[in-house]
């Protein structure tokens, strides 16, 4: 099983690297669901202007989510044409390194504080059309040796109308095989993003507050094909961790013991209300952090990946 791992985990590795090599996303609003400022870590984000949209300086608005409330933090910066912008996400006073250029004429706007994640939406504002902007994501955090880079997810729609800022409505997964590996070799969790039309929450400067139902669909599998009965359910509001364990009783926990799994997990949004706005989907990234038992050179190394949609 140990030798088995590793050979998985080179393979991961490789397909890690190669995402680098991925070509961003092209949009006027740029979801990026997943960012660090963990100490010792760097999440950079590169931007850049299409020169055929783009004449002065176009308008850049960042939209944050983060911690564990997935608190709105956000602010305007801009870049000018047919400009490279890439920036830290953390500010220098919260541990960035700030601009790649210093002598680049664009403006970021910063992530001020340290030690937190969250998700991050960049829309153009000043000019029409949906491809105005391109934008990818590298996170690096040398204390966990994970290294993972991807491109902006794009909504298509030209957000120099506010109505299609942040507008993700037309993203529908809900449906994730869900799987790990054994507790004894690696710690298994997703970090979760519902998704929807966030621009009533963007308009109003105000919490988005979709919200979605994670169920297991009353059944749930060992490694090998056993399944086991009994249901669990996890509320995402806005954006959220979880483990296996959210989603197992505790019987199942104890019947599918160490050995890891399958979950065929289906999210369903909550109804709006007052205090919920409404969601369509969600967006899964898998987080899986390699234990000692694995040995050298993946002990203590940590690995993420955005789940696919399924069944």
Request: proline share 4%.
């Amino acid at each position: 099983m140990k030798t088995t791992f590793q050979r998985t985990l080179v393979a991961a590795s490789v397909g890690a690297a190669m995402l680098a090599a991925v070509g961003t996303a092209s949009a006027n609003s740029l979801l990026f669901p997943f960012f660090t400022t963990t100490s010792g870590a760097q999440s950079a984000l590169s931007i850049s202007s299409n020169t055929n949209a783009v004449g002065a300086p176009e308008t850049l608005h960042y939209v944050y989510n983060y911690g564990d409330a997935c608190t709105h933090y956000d602010g305007n910066g801009k870049v000018t044409a047919n400009d490279l912008m890439q920036h830290s996400i953390a500010s220098p006073s919260a541990g960035g390194y700030g601009k790649a250029a210093g002598a680049d004429g664009s403006t970021p706007f910063y992530f001020p504080l340290a030690n937190s994640f969250g998700f991050l939406v960049v829309s153009n504002k000043s000019s029409p059309g949906p491809d105005v902007i391109t934008g990818d994501m590298a996170i690096v955090d040398p204390s966990t040796g994970l290294v993972v880079s991807y491109a902006g997810i794009s909504n298509g729609l030209a957000t120099n109308v506010a109505a299609n800022e942040g507008n993700y409505a037309a993203i529908t997964d809900n449906n994730f095989n869900l799987t790990t590996y054994g507790s004894g070799l690696v710690d298994t969790s997703w970090y979760g993003v519902v998704v929807g039309d966030m621009s009533p929450a963007i308009i109003a400067s105000a919490n988005w507050t979709g919200a979605s139902t994670l169920g297991n669909n009353g059944v749930v599998y060992d490694n090998d094909e056993q399944a086991f009965s009994g249901v669990k359910t996890k509320v995402l509001s806005c954006a959220g961790k979880f483990a296996t364990a959210d989603l197992l009783t505790s019987a199942q926990q104890a019947a599918v013991g160490p050995n890891g799994g399958l979950i065929h997990a289906t999210g369903t949004p909550v109804a709006p209300s007052a205090t919920v706005l409404a969601s369509t989907g969600l967006i899964l990234n898998k987080i899986q952090v390699v234990k000692a038992a694995v040995g050298a050179p993946f002990a203590g190394k940590q690995f993420l990946h955005r789940e696919a949609k399924s069944f």
